[in-house]
């Protein structure tokens, strides 16, 4: 069993940045590929990045690409959301995710519903 717990989500302006972390416990966290997600009110979850478990490959969604960056940190069970010239459409509630059958490939799986543990998410609003 693999427990995530996100942090770092705020209020931040327009332009600005913030920096999203997510705590794994369990010393296999290494091995998984893992994923940030978000999903906004009356919205669809969106895939947000993703990186594998040796930080070989990652991905991110077209709408964030370029201003956004995930990283992790291996030895400290942590993997990293770097979100910079933040806009209001990037509010939502940010959530970190594990995907166990992914364990030691380069996949880098986009669809939420291959990842199998879930953190209970931060918020981030974007102000105009």
């Known amino acids: 069993q693999v427990q995530l717990v996100e942090s770092g989500g705020g209020l931040v302006q327009a332009g600005g940045s913030l920096r999203l972390s997510c705590a794994a416990s369990?010393?296999?966290?290494?091995?998984?590929?893992m994923g940030w997600f978000r999903q906004a009110p009356g919205k669809e979850r969106e895939f947000v990045a993703a990186?594998?478990?040796?930080?070989?490959?990652?991905y991110y969604g077209d709408s964030v690409k370029g201003r956004f960056t995930i990283s992790r940190d291996n030895a400290k069970n942590t993997v990293y959301l770097q979100m910079n010239s933040l806009k209001p459409e990037d509010t939502a509630v940010y959530y970190c995710?594990?995907?166990?059958?992914?364990?030691?490939?380069?996949?880098?799986?986009?669809?939420?519903?291959?990842?199998?543990?879930w953190g209970q998410g931060t918020q981030v609003t974007v102000s105009s």
């Open positions: 990186i594998s478990w040796n930080s070989g490959s990652t």
């Open positions: 369990g010393r296999i966290f290494s091995s998984y590929t």
């Open positions: 995710a594990a995907n166990r059958r992914s364990a030691y490939t380069g996949v880098v799986a986009t669809d939420g519903g291959r990842y199998d543990y």
